[in-house]
């Protein structure tokens, strides 16, 4: 549904921004696409664009793709922003932009909704989800365009039930940009994870959509000419089990009626190894990634972050099983715990040699507001302000040590060498686990045989040519080509070349060492 009765027609632009470079955005697999420039279509601010009155005009500008113009700024009445906190500083820019015009502008999403006082300068600050605080700031926009007095806090009390949401206005994004494609069918995780603020943010109930919406949203992403993987957003895609068993059997139609053009990922918790059932059903629907958030090998630490759920198989064993899908795992670790030792990060290193996971995610421990770690630590006085530090914990261990035990993490387990033959295992034992789907016409299309050409071109040429490691990769290459797999060789590449030019950035110390750091090294967007 939209947001109806509101009165006067306003100009809405809608301004996404810069991501921080970081481990999970891949741009330095950009280069070797045919044109991606960003990670996902934002859901949240499509979401909002799409509720908004249908007579309001709206635009919307991902800056990751493009810098907010003078002419869009000199176009807009309003000014919708929303993020997360590693977008803060941008989020921040975009405000002081908008002010430039004497525009009134609003910021909602995670980050404002966890910390409103990050942004004192913002007109309109939307805490929580879409709902009557939604239809209040557009009563207060309809009726007086121009910037309050002083800053309006309107926090969601009722919220919208996620049957009514709106398709988001993927039309509004130029979804070939991205890299993935991004769908949500719930929100919130029934587990409370210490260090997570899911929980806090949108409960442990999962809120969900309707199977019906979902299939709605994929034509609409297909529609609008997504191709490649869609990405469920969810925070726990098994948060509600029966609800994903439910949906399973719709997705799994709309792949034989659409012809498996597209692939699916998602987020879920490791316990999904024991749930056979689910995954049968995600491998006939065409799941290929599942991002599990591992956190640890260690069973102590699992313990004590409140994570037991994650050893309820065996986490190698788990690991296997979901791969013996199709499905390859995509690992989220966390290093500087309370538990970690002076071995941790000899541990962790063997962990991904064993595992033979290519993609996880290491990063330093960062207490996040309305987390139950923050009050823990704020108790217990380890809450550190210090931006030239890359977590804001006192970590039990020297602070130094953390850090180049995680650095030198990235640096071993992100040698090219080690990373291709995960990557060879991937492709010979995952991969060969998935459904064997019929080809598309689509896919045998000009269209999309000269995509596949030109991502050949650039990374023959950017990494077998040009590349530092064009040994690694040509023994990699040559093995995958012998087989016939382009598909494979072309995805396992790409991502491979980001992971080691992002690791080896890392362990020089020019990338941050959290995803939540607020020491950000990247400039914001300038201004037009
Ligand atoms: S399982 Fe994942 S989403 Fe749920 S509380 Fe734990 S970390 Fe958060």
Redesign the pocket.
């Known amino acids: 549904m939209r947001a109806e009765g509101i009165g006067t027609v306003r100009r809405i632009l809608c301004v996404f921004p810069r991501y921080t470079s970081s481990f999970g955005t891949f741009e330095h697999a950009y280069p070797l696409t045919d044109g991606v420039q960003a990670f996902m279509p934002p859901q949240g601010l499509l979401l909002i664009a799409a509720y908004l009155p249908a007579d309001w005009p709206v635009r919307f500008v991902d800056e990751n793709i493009r810098p907010a113009s003078r002419e869009d700024f000199e176009w807009a009445e309003a000014v919708f922003v929303s993020g997360m906190h590693i977008q803060r500083q941008q989020m921040n820019d975009i405000c002081r932009r908008a002010h430039g015009f004497d525009l009134p502008v609003a910021i909602g999403g995670p980050s404002v909704s966890a910390c409103p006082d990050y942004y004192p300068s913002f007109d309109y600050l939307h805490v929580g989800e879409l709902g009557d605080a939604t239809n209040e700031l557009l009563a207060r926009l309809a009726q007086d365009p121009s910037r309050p007095a002083q800053q309006v806090v309107l926090t969601t009390k009722d919220r919208l039930s996620m049957t009514e949401f709106p398709i988001p206005a993927y039309e509004l994004a130029e979804v070939k940009k991205y890299l993935l494609g991004s769908i949500q069918f719930s929100s919130g995780?029934?587990?409370?994870?210490e260090?997570?603020?899911?929980?806090g943010l949108y409960g442990r109930n999962p809120r969900l959509k309707t199977p019906e919406q979902i299939v709605a949203e994929l034509d609409r992403l297909r529609e609008c000419g997504m191709t490649d993987t869609i990405y469920f957003v969810d925070?726990?895609f098994i948060?509600n089990r029966k609800a994903a068993l439910d949906l399973l059997p719709h997705l799994i139609e709309w792949q034989k009626r659409t012809g498996y053009v597209v692939r699916l990922a998602c987020?879920a918790?490791l316990n999904i190894a024991k749930r056979p059932e689910i995954l049968e059903k995600m491998r006939e629907a065409q799941f290929v990634t599942v991002f599990c958030?591992i956190?640890t090998p260690d069973p102590d630490a699992l313990k004590a972050m409140?994570?037991d759920?994650n050893m309820m198989v065996p986490i190698l064993e788990g690991i296997e099983t979901i791969n013996s899908y199709g499905m390859e795992v995509v690992s989220g670790i966390i290093m500087g715990l309370d538990t970690d030792k002076p071995g941790t990060a000899d541990a962790l290193l063997n962990f991904v040699d064993e595992s033979r996971i290519p993609l996880l995610t290491i990063n330093l421990l960062q207490a996040l507001p309305k987390t139950p770690l923050w009050d823990r630590l704020e108790r217990e006085g380890r809450l550190v302000e210090d931006d030239s530090r890359d977590s804001n914990v006192e970590f039990l261990m020297p602070y130094e040590d953390v850090v180049s035990s995680w650095k030198r993490c990235m640096e071993i387990a992100y040698e090219p060498e080690k990373l291709f033959a995960r990557y060879q295992y991937q492709c010979e034992y995952t991969y060969a686990n998935r459904i064997k789907v019929p080809v598309a016409p689509e896919m045998k299309s000009w269209r999309n045989i000269r995509r596949a050409l030109i991502m050949l071109r650039n990374i023959f040429w950017q990494v077998g040519v040009l590349g530092d490691y064009r040994r690694v990769f040509w023994k990699f290459a040559l093995r995958r080509l012998k087989q016939g797999d382009i598909e494979g060789f072309i995805g396992s590449t790409m991502i491979a070349h980001h992971l080691i030019k992002f690791a080896r950035a890392a362990s020089g110390g020019q990338q941050n060492a959290s995803n939540y750091s607020i020491r950000l090294r990247e400039a914001s967007v300038p201004a037009e």
């Open positions: 995780c029934p587990y409370q994870c260090f997570c603020d899911i929980p925070d726990n948060g987020e918790t958030g956190e409140h994570k759920h």
